[in-house]
């Protein structure tokens, strides 16, 4: 199968942007997306990942979604992949009549809830599983770094800016590629990890770079990522490798595209949300949303 064979549409979930197919009609192996992917990309400029999505045939869920990684690869859960996978299934196999209902999906061997919010303004998708955390000491050429590593879907490694000496002033612009990429592949992590920085501010707000595991640069946002580091601050608050983070759920996330993902703790429950707009593009709307990310990083 060729990349003519393989139509697709664009979206993008705070900055992140994915090619998503219909998987129902095409009827695409993994194997033969991950050769779409690696070999026989069709765009001019590369994205954040693509999705795959098929409608299920179980009563558990409603669509199941496949993402693949830039480089082929596969498994992982991508959580603004996961509401732009939301708001494609609300667009076109079904509306959901009232901001109460909800629509289950699987993602990476798990069933996930999402929200179609604001007239699809807003698109929310709730995590079941409490993250796993573990502190970790790398060993790096630039020394010690303290960090945390999150399981949630996704492995994290999450790590703070003003204890790492890095300046307010400069969070968004200094080099992040050299600190992030040699930890991306750290021995003493098996898997390899996304690497976050993140860097406390006001209130309940959080600034957070993100280098991605199988995307293997700096991306504008990372759902999973904001999830991991809103869960480490609220939870490991009196931790003395953390900075002073007084906030409380839900907390705001500004990610290095501007946007603001939310991460809300449901009710009674370990379940955490994940908060923030997703869209679709055209082709020259998305290589505009690149081009100016690539501007803005440089």
Request: net charge negative; proline share 4%; hydrophobic share 40%.
């Amino acid at each position: 199968m060729t990349k003519k064979e393989i139509p697709f549409e664009l979206m993008h979930g705070a900055g992140n942007i994915f090619m998503i197919i219909n998987n129902d009609t095409l009827n695409v192996s993994l194997d033969e997306l991950s050769e779409f992917m690696t070999k026989e990309y069709p765009l001019h400029f590369p994205v954040d990942g693509l999705m795959a999505y098929r409608v299920s045939d179980v009563n558990d869920y409603e669509f199941i979604i496949d993402f693949l990684n830039p480089d082929g690869s596969h498994g992982a859960m991508c959580g603004n992949g996961a509401r732009c996978a939301i708001k494609y299934h609300e667009e076109n196999f079904e509306e959901f009549p009232n901001e109460s209902d909800s629509v289950k999906f699987l993602m990476a061997g798990t069933i996930y809830k999402g929200y179609y919010l604001n007239f699809g303004g807003y698109i929310s998708v709730t995590f079941p599983n409490e993250p796993i955390v573990k502190e970790l000491q790398l060993q790096t050429d630039k020394g010690l770094i303290h960090a945390f590593h999150v399981y949630n879907g996704s492995d994290h490694l999450i790590i703070d800016a003003i204890n790492h000496g890095i300046n307010a002033n400069d969070f968004f612009q200094f080099d992040f590629r050299s600190l992030a990429e040699p930890l991306r592949h750290h021995a003493d992590l098996p898997n390899g990890a996304n690497v976050n920085l993140a860097m406390t501010m006001r209130g309940n707000l959080i600034r957070l770079r993100t280098f991605e595991r199988g995307v293997e640069r700096e991306t504008a946002a990372c759902g999973t990522g904001a999830l991991a580091t809103a869960y480490v601050y609220q939870n490991h608050k009196m931790n003395t490798n953390l900075s002073v983070f007084l906030g409380n759920y839900p907390i705001d996330i500004q990610v290095q595209s501007g946007d603001i993902l939310t991460v809300k703790k449901e009710n009674d429950s370990e379940s955490l949300s994940l908060i923030g707009p997703a869209e679709f593009l055209t082709v020259d709307e998305a290589f505009a949303m690149y081009s100016d990310f690539q501007q803005r990083i440089q």
